[in-house]
């Protein structure tokens, strides 16, 4: 895993505060972060996630730092890699900060 428990990395803040094993869904977690956060931090989450998305990190470090950190997921149940999940959840941030 290239990065560990660093509580600098915005990546891990996020994934770690948002997808955390207490929600009940991934889709009301993410709502609830929406909901939450002004526009601002929304746009700056789709500038760092789409960095790390971008990153030279292979597809393989990729998917299992997001697993890693996002411990409320089950990614199988999902149908995606944590890779795809978590661009489908970059697409619905574009979403959100265009209703904001």
Do not use: R
Request: proline fraction near 4%.
């Amino acid at each position: 895993m290239f990065v560990k428990h660093n509580p600098e990395d915005p990546v891990f803040q996020f994934l770690t505060g948002t997808f955390h094993q207490d929600i009940d869904s991934t889709e009301e977690a993410l709502q609830e972060f929406v909901t939450e956060e002004n526009k601002e931090y929304l746009e700056s989450a789709i500038v760092f996630l789409t960095e790390f998305m971008n990153s030279e990190h292979s597809g393989h470090e990729k998917n299992e730092y997001i697993q890693h950190c996002a411990d409320g997921l089950y990614f199988p149940a999902l149908g995606l890699t944590p890779i795809q999940w978590l661009k489908t959840v970059v697409e619905q941030l574009k979403e959100a900060v265009k209703t904001k």
